[in-house]
């Protein structure tokens, strides 16, 4: 049977030719049916005589099941196995599992090589560097300076104060026998005090300002030390990139001048492989939105801005760095009430540890680039300070605001405006001073004088001239 329809299946091709040009001679048709009818006849005659030999000679199809229930018990093994995988994270411990990840023993090889995939690309971009990095918060009083010595790198934020002379001792003290880069985060006398000091003491390669300038003879001094040595000399705007060593530093503030030098301070986050530090000097309120703004602010240690002021570290703000640890730098007693009250409520709040240079003394902190610790040191006496040198001249140093002690009771002329002790509604006489500034002025004074205003944020030179014009403050 399955010949006989081989043989037809043969004949068909043939047929169909013979029939298409010769149909009347195959199949008798008559000569006057037309052409068209005969092919199209022949042809359906074909189709259906093709169709019927290709039924007889098809195998039947049957069901393939095995397949499907393979199917069925690759999903339940499927299922199995991540009910398995489920377990084992379930039943890890937190504190073991974090720190662990590369370490972790996982019985199937598999799983293992999936891990380390995962951790590889996680940190693809980060370099683990060698040797530790240790920060030292030096306690300089009411003022700023901080230490940053790794393998490859040694760099200085701030020198404290003019009169004070602890930042040199304190780095021949830890070793340091050369600086790559000091960094004045703006030219308050609290910040920059030392900085001429540490040139003349020290290699320095680096000096970066932000562009500030004042008259005071702290600044001066500074700037005839970078120039005397032929320092370079920097001034770093908000998204550079640096590389020094194995420390990578994003500049984050300023963008541009604004006539505050608070808010001009330079900030930036330093990353020391997978341990990240932030430093913002004294910026205040508008630069801290600015910079949470436009960059990524996650920090493992913050060094808390303008000593603890509550006209920094807004909630914003911290919510955005997101600290483990917190820092603050400012003298026991201080007459500015720093750190202020609410400034360590909102620290607490996010859970950060906070130490302070008023009660912990140095602090430093250790990192490898995976991990970091936390150590205080309360002076011992095994630094040897010597006081700081006294004037040459008779003319006394015009101190920042940062470095005026407690002001003397003087009266004052009627119609005027003590500053130093007047109420928050009378401030408001002031020109350009609103309730909110009036706040401000009452948790930052003692003022000196009207150039110490731009401390106050929204002030700058030009506001100053004009509250200056009214005349009627009294710097008592």
């Given amino acids: 049977m399955e010949v006989l329809l081989m043989l037809i299946i043969l004949a068909m091709p043939i047929l169909f030719l013979i029939g298409m040009f010769k149909p009347d001679k195959l199949l008798f048709w008559r000569k006057e049916a037309s052409s068209r009818k005969m092919v199209v006849a022949y042809t359906c ?17 049957e069901p393939h099941i095995e397949p499907v229930a393979t199917a069925e018990a690759t999903i339940e093994d499927s299922e199995e196995t991540n009910e398995e995988v489920a377990t084992e994270i379930t039943d890890k411990d937190p504190e073991t599992e974090q720190g662990d990840n590369v370490n972790s023993d996982i019985d199937e090889q598999d799983k293992e090589e999936n891990t380390d995939d995962i951790i590889n690309s996680n940190a693809s971009d980060i370099v683990i560097p060698e040797g530790d990095l240790t920060v030292h918060y030096i306690d300089v009083g009411q003022g700023d300076a901080t230490l940053l010595q790794g393998s490859d790198f040694t760099i200085l934020i701030d020198a404290g104060r003019h009169d004070g002379n602890e930042v040199v001792p304190y780095l021949n003290h830890v070793g340091v026998e050369s600086l790559d880069l000091i960094i004045a985060t703006h030219p308050h006398a609290d910040h920059i005090g030392q900085i001429d000091k540490v040139i003349e003491s020290f290699d320095v390669g680096e000096v970066w300002m932000n562009g500030d300038e004042t008259t005071s003879q702290t600044f001066e001094r500074v700037l005839d030390a970078v120039l005397s040595n032929e320092t370079s000399y920097n001034e770093p705007r908000a998204g550079e990139d640096y590389e020094i060593g194995s420390a990578k530093i ?7 001048l604004s ?5 001009n301070s330079i900030s930036l986050k330093l990353s020391y492989g ?17 910079m949470s703004n436009n960059f990524d602010l996650s920090a493992d240690i913050l060094q808390v801005g303008h000593h603890g002021s509550n006209t920094s570290s807004t909630n914003n703000f911290l919510h955005a760095v997101q600290p483990s640890v917190a820092i603050y730098s400012a003298g026991a007693n201080n007459s500015y009430g720093h750190p ?14 906070i130490f302070g240079t008023d009660k912990d003394g140095n602090i430093t902190v250790i990192t490898d680039g995976l991990s970091f610790s936390v150590e205080t040191h309360q002076p011992t006496g095994s630094i040897s300070v010597a006081p700081a040198p006294a004037p040459v001249s008779p003319v006394t140093e ?9 002001p003397q009771e003087v009266s004052c002329p009627p119609n005027t405006v003590a500053i130093n002790t007047a109420g928050k509604e009378e401030l408001q006489k002031i020109h ?3 309730p909110d500034r009036a706040d401000q002025v009452i948790n930052l004074r003692p003022f000196s004088s009207y150039s110490s205003l731009t401390r106050i944020s929204g002030i700058g030179d030009a506001r100053v001239k004009e509250i200056e014009q009214q005349g009627i403050i009294c710097f008592n």
């Fill in 259 to 263: 006539g505050d030098l608070n808010d």
């Fill in 250 to 256: 994003k500049i984050l503030n300023p963008n541009s």
């Fill in 432 to 434: 350009q001073i609103g």
């Fill in 340 to 353: 202020h009250t609410e400034v360590i409520d909102r620290l607490n709040n996010i859970g950060a540890e």
């Fill in 398 to 406: 015009n101190k920042e605001p940062e470095e005026q002690e407690e």
């Fill in 274 to 290: 997978q341990v990240s530090f932030l430093f913002t000097g004294d910026a205040e309120t508008s630069s801290e939105s600015y």
């Fill in 45 to 61: 005659g074909l189709f259906i005589a093709s169709f019927l030999t290709l039924g007889f000679i098809a195998e039947p199809i």
